[in-house]
T-cell receptor
Framework: GAGVSQSPRYKVAKRGQDVALRCDPI?????LFWYQQALGQGPEFLTY????????KSGLPSDRFFAERPEGSVSTLKIQRTQQEDSAVYLC??????????????FGPGTRLTVT | AQSVTQLGSHVSVSEGALVLLRCNYS??????LFWYVQYPNQGLQLLLK??????LVKGINDFEAEFKKSETSFHLTKPSAHMSDAAEYFC?????????????FGKGTHLIIQP
């Protein structure tokens, strides 16, 4: 595939359940980002990976949120003990390079998480 | 810290009319600025970017934006609206060019095109 893909596209979880959201970035992209987009809001930054290294996790809202990218390609965002306030669309983006020069972030379609 | 304010959660224009979507930013460092468009059930797509070269930036689909440092603004315009322009538009700011920096987004403006 040419773009960023995410799965599942939709997820319904009961409060207290754990969920795992997957992101497949564009092949060869070094940088990977996760964003959370609540209903009617703009996306908010959660975390950033450069290859397998998680260089910034300042946006993760609580210790229930955990992200990994063990082999520097696919990434998983895990939310433990989901709460209703976790309901949102989770967006993944990837970019080809780091550092200087402009590098576009390409976004996936998102996973819509609904916690009931 | 950086922030973005988009004035108007909804903007309605007639087909063929001028589109103006407003964005003001706050940044303690020289900003990189972006406009993204989001169609229903699709990911964000980059429309245009300001990365400290020209202050008037042209993007896809005849959109353009002008960086005005004195007004801390980066408003998005299009001379003639088309029905296909109906979507959600987000202004975003970054401390760097984008490849290694999380973006800070505004709340978005929903553009409605009246036939």
């Amino acid at each position: 595939g040419a773009g960023v893909s995410q799965s599942p596209r939709y997820k319904v979880a009961k409060r207290g359940q754990d969920v795992a959201l997957r992101c497949d970035p564009i092949s060869g992209h070094v940088s990977l980002f996760w964003y959370q987009q609540a209903l009617g809001q703009g996306p908010e930054f959660l975390t950033y990976f450069q290859n397998e290294a998680q260089l910034d996790k300042s946006g993760l809202p609580s210790d229930r949120f955990f992200a990994e990218r063990p082999e520097g390609s696919v990434s998983t965002l895990k939310i433990q003990r989901t709460q209703q306030e976790d309901s949102a669309v989770y967006l993944c983006a990837s970019s080809s390079e780091t550092g200087t020069g402009f590098n576009e972030q390409y976004f996936g379609p998102g996973t819509r998480l609904t916690v009931t | 810290a950086q922030s973005v304010t988009q004035l108007g959660s909804h903007v309605s224009v007639s087909e063929g009319a001028l589109v103006l979507l407003r964005c003001n930013y706050s940044s303690s460092v020289p900003p990189y600025l972006f406009w993204y468009v989001q169609y229903p059930n699709q990911g964000l797509q980059l429309l245009l970017k300001y990365t400290s070269a020209a202050t008037l930036v042209k993007g896809i689909n005849d959109f353009e934006a002008e960086f005005k440092k004195s007004e801390t603004s980066f408003h998005l315009t299009k001379p003639s609206a088309h029905m296909s322009d109906a979507a959600e538009y987000f202004c975003a700011v970054s401390p760097g060019p984008g490849g290694a920096d999380g973006l800070t987004f505004g709340k978005g403006t929903h553009l409605i095109i009246q036939p």
